[in-house]
């Protein structure tokens, strides 16, 4: 129990609960509101999964199976129509299951789009958060925002604005700004999309960097299953409402289920 | 855990389960969701982690955002209205022979009412429906999202300087606003005066003016001129930022978002200004009765 970074169980999620921010909302209504059981409405039914402290896991399936949305669950973005979610063995009750409550236990997301402050430089974005939660002095923070450049390598970028960096800058930002709170665990959304190979191919070693450096717990949702051969960890499936158990990639390429046909099928034939 | 908590209000006494009706039919309409948004937004003030700095660096942005360059508009706006009220109360109530209430009427009309309804009208129209776009267009790229993962609170990093920045501003601009309807817009009546060879047939001197306006001043004129503007900001912006927090993930939805933003901040404000109003129909009651 208490090496496990992240336990889900039985965590349902239906269609209307994705719309809007639930910053507008008050709480307490999605709390009292009545849970519908038509299954036809749910996009994710009963996700179970358990990720150890120091482990790096992928997400795959399909598009519109629901991948970002269980990432957004998990980082209390979305509140499930049910069931629980433990972060580092403990337990947040629906009531307090917010995206501020989930950031407090130092987990991380870095969006699809980088989701970078638009108004802000690079150097501004990244220090964002760590000049709100006051975390240390002016100086220690600017070593920090170079310490985070550094290892995303986008320091030479650090005085110009979002709209004026490439998709993968955005993307390499973003971590930065993600790394620079010193996640515990850390959710990635699609880091390789829409990245070239050779953006793709610097950007892995980024990624292995944090978890052998920092003992990072990283959870990526991905398109791209190559990715979890090359960072050499287990990969689940999102596969028609259902997440499946943690398995190897090789199981999979290898296993004759409905997932392994049709989304090994090029892998297969590729060799 | 969460079916223990859901049974449990399910079991409450008939008094409390009424009171629980109330409080989620409160919630679930408009106005209640935008009261609990600005009740929000004032208690984030008090939340754990403050950065002094940014939150003053907000507010003084936004402040400056709404107020000071709304101000040449705000300005003429101001003149041009202070001056055509003066012209015609005092054309009109020379010919009905009612000198007397010259300055009653000019006090109703630009301080009391049009002043700060005109002043949170420009105010709704340039910063409230920007305010909208800003927020909404920061939800529609999942900007707010990022900030919330990042632990700053999207409440108080954007709504609570929107709301005090639009209470200051809103505030100064309303004494700005009665200040050059009366003292601006007395000079350009005497430039028309000059100009045209007093056409109009009017005779105006400051001191008249000044007198008459003072004397009709009471001090619920003062309270009220700290109160309405205050709350007419409250609403703006509050109703902005709702609106805006409220888009669902869709480009074409921010326009309608602003349009609505707007109007409703229009009605919302006539209606508080209505509210506010009771208290001088109620003063005038209690006269009528001395009189009588």
Known sequence: ?271 | MSNKNIKNWQKLSPPAKLFHYLGMFLLTRTLGQQFALFWSAITSLFSKSRSFKTDSRNIIMQTFFTGVEIFPVLFIVATLFGTVTIIEVITMMGKMGFDDIVGNLIVIVIIRELGPILTAFLIAGRSGSSLTTYIGSMVINSEVDALATMGVDPIRFLVMPGLFGGCIALFFMNIIFSTSAICVGYLVVKAVILLTGNIINIQLTWNYLSTEILNALTLSDFIYIVIKPLVFGAIITTNACYQALNIPRDVRQVPKATSKSVIKSFLYVVCADVVLSIFYFVDYMNNISTII
């Open chain 1, 1 to 271: 129990m208490f090496d496990e970074a992240l336990r889900m169980e039985d965590v349902h999620l239906a269609y209307n609960d994705l719309a809007g921010t639930i910053f507008s909302k008050p709480r307490a209504l999605g709390f009292f509101r009545q849970v519908e059981d038509d299954p036809q409405k749910e996009l994710i039914t009963g996700a179970n999964l358990v990720v150890n402290r120091g482990d790096t896991i992928c997400i795959g399936g399909g598009s519109g199976q629901g991948k970002s949305a269980l990432l957004r669950i998990i980082a209390g973005l979305v509140r499930p129509t049910k069931g629980n979610i433990y972060y580092f063995g403990e337990y947040i009750p629906p009531e307090r299951l917010t995206a501020l409550e989930v950031a407090k236990r130092q987990v991380g997301l870095v969006f699809q789009n980088g989701a970078l402050i638009s108004n802000m430089r690079v150097r501004d974005n990244i220090a964002l958060p760590l000049r709100y939660h006051k975390r240390g002095s002016a100086a220690e923070i600017e070593e920090k925002i170079q310490m985070a450049m550094d290892l995303m390598r986008v320091r030479d970028e650090a005085d110009l604005f979002p709209h004026q960096l490439s998709v993968g800058m955005q993307k390499r930002v973003a971590i930065a700004r993600s790394w620079a709170m010193d996640p515990k665990l850390l959710l990635m959304d699609e880091p390789t999309a829409g990245l070239d190979n050779y953006n793709r191919r610097n950007l892995l070693p980024l990624i292995d960097n944090m978890r052998t450096l920092f003992k990072t717990t990283i959870v990526i949702v991905t398109h791209d299953l190559m990715m979890s051969k090359e960072l050499d960890c287990d990969i689940c499936f999102l596969h028609h409402k259902v997440l499946t158990d943690l398995k190897s990639f090789d199981y999979w390429k290898d296993s004759d289920t409905e997932i392994s046909r049709e989304l090994f099928r090029d892998l297969r034939s590729s060799g």
